[in-house]
């Protein structure tokens, strides 16, 4: 198994445009989280999604922010219109269903909002 | 809520030093717990886990133990290396409130080793 795949790997964006971010979760993964990572705010969990229904987005900073699941093997976090401050390494896990066996991490978009 | 509180960093070692991180954590219903090691430019790795009271995860050396009793899961490691710097989070999933999905992190302890 390829591991969860993200891309890009580095996004570099000018303010106001759209950036769209794409996660691939492992095969036979039911459960797929996009979380956001900087210095400032460590890892934060942005929204979550179990058999490709969001379940939790109350971690959405803004409406700026949306994502979808159209299927199992897709997802999609997208920023319009991008901010400087939304600049930050956003990664995709995800999970069989029950809790206690963890999450498999993507390596990452690290974004850029100039 | 869940929560999870480790030792904040950064902790500098000399190489074949004792390690230790300690992290507790808060959690309604009985939670799995982890501990995640993140190497520079790359994602979170699951590094071990323990799923009930008293149960020891292990992996490259590492060790950490389910201290139902103190709330703790302390990660430990004999003799670190200099390829060991990375940056480290504990974790806990709990199963109340329908929210066994969802990880909650301790906000990481960079480990810095020298040789």
């Known amino acids: 198994d390829a591991g969860v795949i993200q891309s890009p790997r580095h996004e570099v964006t000018e303010m106001g445009q759209e950036v769209t971010l794409r996660c691939k979760p492992i095969s036979g993964h039911n459960s797929l989280f996009w979380y956001r990572q900087t210095m400032m705010r460590g890892l934060e969990l942005l929204i979550y999604f179990n058999n490709n229904v969001p379940i939790d987005d109350s971690g959405m900073p803004e409406d700026r922010f949306s994502a979808k699941m159209p299927n199992a093997s897709f997802s999609t976090l997208k920023i319009q219109p991008s901010e400087p401050r939304d600049s930050a390494v956003y990664f995709c896990?995800?999970?069989?269903?029950?809790?206690?066996?963890?999450?498999?991490f993507g390596s990452g978009t690290r974004l850029t909002v100039v | 809520g869940d929560s999870v509180t480790q030792m904040e960093g950064p902790v500098t070692l000399s190489e074949e030093a004792f390690l230790t991180i300690n992290c507790t954590y808060t959690a309604t219903g009985y939670p799995s717990l982890f501990w995640y090691v993140q190497y520079p430019g790359e994602g979170l790795q699951l590094l071990l886990k323990a799923t009930k009271a008293d149960d020891k995860g292990s992996n490259k050396g590492f060790e950490a133990t389910y201290r139902k009793e103190t709330t703790s899961f302390h990660l430990e490691k004999g003799s670190v290396q200099v390829s060991d710097s990375a940056v480290y989070f504990c974790a806990l999933s709990s199963n109340s409130g329908g929210s066994n999905y969802k990880l909650t992190f301790g906000k990481g302890t960079l480990l810095t080793v020298n040789p």
């Open positions: 896990a995800s999970s069989v269903e029950l809790g206690s066996y963890g999450y498999t």
